[in-house]
């Protein structure tokens, strides 16, 4: 088999050689199919194969059976049965919006909501007709308070971006479920770890749940700091058949190189997680300890907003186990009376630490933020000052604590 007929030529007998191992392999990761193009038997098959409900590929765009088992991984993690992947989380906010909303709908959005999702909803979503609104993450009745008659859909967002409140996620679904109203999470934070989104009530009913999640794989699951990716997770059929329309309509394949990089860290999420939410819960009380810090923002923390709804989903007795879980992040305001200057200089005397977006990487990260200009509401649970966000990366814990420390001691003696 491995000759090639007299009359081709080498070049076409490489690129259509008929070997195909059929000896029976199995082993740890899953194989890696890439393609654009997908080869059908017959006419017939070209014409009828569907590639929506899984049954047929047909093309790259649409996926392969390396997308397809990161898509049952993540939909299980998160607990969901239907999963799209998508080239950014920022892509999964951003189909999820154009999948379920029209012109003349209303969407609500978190005042605390990650902050390119405003920007999405205020200048594509209001362009095309959809009005939107704020609503205080903390106050289930300013949600309500809110809602009209031509509300579609309640983003929501446990812990919020940057200032960490967690949310009344119950209640807040309750509320949008009794009117009627579809609720999309962005489950970046808890990565499917430290709660069920689709089972709130954790009594495996599924009755009290959101109806769509929103993850940016680019986080914990990739745990790289390499790679950009986002899902889409549903339980809801025809909520999943509306998403993937609009997925194919954009044509967001995602690359199966990626698809790769992301499977082989899949199986380290859950260690990794839980380590660098320990090694932050060490340094966050570090952190609290300095006179520079006026609060702490972490949510497993003992007077951060929201502590108690945290406690309850995912707190002692849940069964990310005995001390609950949550994300290696967390944030600190620094007393008003240090200048934006020590507050720069802080930052930049760290030396594990790097100054860049984003989580869940190997390197530990440290942002800035004047929480103030990024709100359309006032936050009175939120002291005065600017707020410095950690994210932990996978480094030892005692020398990231020497490392604030002596970053510390040079901007607020
Ligand atoms: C990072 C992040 C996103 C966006 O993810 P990208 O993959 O960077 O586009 C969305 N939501 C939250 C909460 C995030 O932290």
Not at 1 to 8: A, D, G, R
Not at 97 to 103: E, I, N, Q, R, T
Not at 229 to 256: E, N, P, W, Y
Not at 391 to 412: N, R, T, V, Y
Request: glycine content about 10%; overall charge negative.
């Amino acid at each position: 088999m491995s000759s090639t007929p007299k009359n081709q030529a080498p070049i076409t007998g490489i690129i259509h050689h008929p070997y195909t191992p059929d000896a029976p392999f199995a082993a740890p990761q899953p194989g890696v199919f890439k393609a654009s193009s997908v080869f059908f038997p017959n006419v017939a098959a070209m014409r009828s194969w569907d590639w929506k409900d899984k049954s047929a590929f047909t093309y790259g765009l649409h996926g392969t059976p390396t997308t397809y088992i990161l898509e049952e991984r993540i939909a299980t993690l998160e607990g969901g049965s239907h999963c799209v992947l998508v080239p950014s989380g920022l892509a999964s906010i951003s189909v999820i919006g154009l999948a379920l909303l029209k012109s003349g709908d209303h969407v609500l959005l978190p005042d605390n909501v990650y902050g390119p999702s405003k920007g999405f909803a205020e200048s594509e979503l209001q362009r095309f007709g959809v009005s939107i609104g704020y609503y205080d993450p903390m106050r289930v009745d300013h949600c309500a308070s809110l809602i009209q008659d031509n509300t579609r859909l309640v983003w929501l967002e446990a812990a919020g971006s940057v200032s960490m409140e967690f949310p009344d996620l119950a209640g807040l679904v309750r509320l949008c479920q009794q009117k009627g109203i579809a609720t999309a999470l962005d489950n970046t934070w808890g990565a499917g770890l430290a709660f069920n989104c689709f089972d709130l009530d954790g009594d495996g009913s599924y009755r009290l749940g959101v109806d769509v999640s929103a993850h940016s794989l680019t986080k914990y699951p990739s745990g790289g700091g390499d790679v950009l990716m986002g899902s889409i997770v549903t339980r809801d059929a025809a909520v999943h058949r509306k998403v993937q329309a609009t997925h194919m309509h954009l044509g967001l394949g995602v690359g199966v190189n990626d698809i790769e990089t992301v499977l082989r860290s899949l199986p380290s999420l859950a260690l990794r997680y839980h380590a660098q939410d320990a090694a932050a819960r060490q340094l966050a009380a570090f952190m609290a300890d300095h006179p520079a810090v006026v609060q702490l923002l972490h949510p497993a923390f003992a007077g951060s907003p929201g502590h108690a709804h945290w406690q309850q989903l995912c707190g002692e007795g849940n069964v990310a186990g005995k001390q609950g879980a949550a994300a290696g992040l967390f944030s600190v305001v620094i007393d008003p009376r240090f200048s934006q200057q020590q507050i720069d200089l802080f930052c930049e005397s760290l030396r594990l630490f790097k100054l860049a977006y984003s989580w869940g990487g190997p390197i530990s990260l440290v942002v800035p933020y004047k929480i103030g200009s990024m709100r359309a509401i006032s936050e009175s649970q939120l002291h005065p000052g600017t707020v410095v966000r950690f994210s932990i990366g996978l480094e030892d814990a005692h020398d990231l604590q020497q490392d604030l420390a002596q970053a510390l001691q040079k901007a607020f003696g």
